[in-house]
Antibody, heavy 126, light 109 residues
Framework: QVQLVESGGGLVKPGGSLRLSCAASGFTFSDYYMSWIRQAPGKGLEWVSYISSSSSYTNYADSVKGRFTISRDNAKNSLYLQMNSLRAEDTAVYYC???????????????????WGQGTLVTVSS | SYELTQPPSVSVSPGQTARITCSGDALPKKYAYWYQQKSGQAPVLVIYEDSKRPSGIPERFSGSSSGTMATLTISGAQVEDEADYYCYSTDSSGNHRGVFGGGTKLTVL
């Protein structure tokens, strides 16, 4: 069965860095786009970033663009999120999710998230 | 930026039908997806491509879409369906960003 296990969360000071990891199993990892989604305490879901199956394409929410970098290692079935210049508003549970890409053509993409990990908590505080 | 709008809360008695709406300008051209999130748990996909149900999701969950509004319907809601529900789609601006609705708290009591 599909399993996604996040790790790497913790307490970090504003301006600091953190690297999240997501270990995938139960499916052919290299066949799928993957994403990170976050949820601030008591708030709703926010899509953060996706990466294509071969790492050719990445995309980021405006709120993290230029500070976060998504990457993957298909040989290790692993997804990563490097988070730099962290702010208090980045405090959230971060989920990795398998991302079926319905289509991406003509300037329009449609994708969704069919399996999610249990999440890892990132707290940015002094 | 693109937005999907949901009511903050819906309340029904057990056995009644719950309907949760999601409005967005791009929904006539894009599918809607629905996620259930119970307290302290990760979200679970309950409806994809407007109206399809993943394996393992009870038949009482259904979805529909017309114009700029998508609807999640839970027929004969049960106490265990109490959760937050989020609609989702992608924007049509060419930025390919994922967008979630603000979430609807479903109370069944």
């Amino acid at each position: 069965q599909v399993q996604l296990v996040e790790s790497g969360g913790g307490l970090v000071k504003p301006g600091g860095s953190l690297r999240l990891s997501c270990a995938a199993s139960g499916f052919t990892f290299s066949d799928y786009y993957m994403s990170w989604i976050r949820q601030a305490p008591g708030k709703g879901l926010e899509w953060v970033s996706y990466i294509s199956s071969s790492s050719s394409y990445t995309n980021y929410a405006d709120s993290v663009k230029g500070r976060f970098t998504i990457s993957r290692d298909n040989a290790k079935n692993s997804l990563y999120l490097q988070m730099n210049s962290l702010r208090a508003e980045d405090t959230a549970v971060y989920y990795c999710a398998r991302t079926p890409m319905e289509y991406c053509s003509g300037g329009s993409c449609l994708y969704y998230f069919d399996y999610w990990g249990q999440g890892t908590l990132v707290t940015v505080s002094s | 930026s693109y937005e999907l709008t949901q009511p903050p809360s819906v309340s029904v008695s057990p056995g009644q039908t719950a309907r949760i709406t999601c409005s967005g300008d791009a929904l006539p051209k894009k599918y809607a997806y629905w996620y259930q999130q119970k307290s302290g748990q990760a979200p679970v996909l309950v409806i994809y491509e407007d109206s399809k149900r993943p394996s393992g999701i009870p038949e009482r969950f259904s979805g529909s879409s017309s114009g700029t509004m998508a609807t999640l319907t839970i027929s004969g809601a049960q106490v265990e369906d109490e959760a937050d529900y989020y609609c989702y789609s992608t924007d049509s601006s060419g930025n390919h960003r994922g967008v979630f609705g603000g979430g609807t708290k479903l109370t069944v009591l």
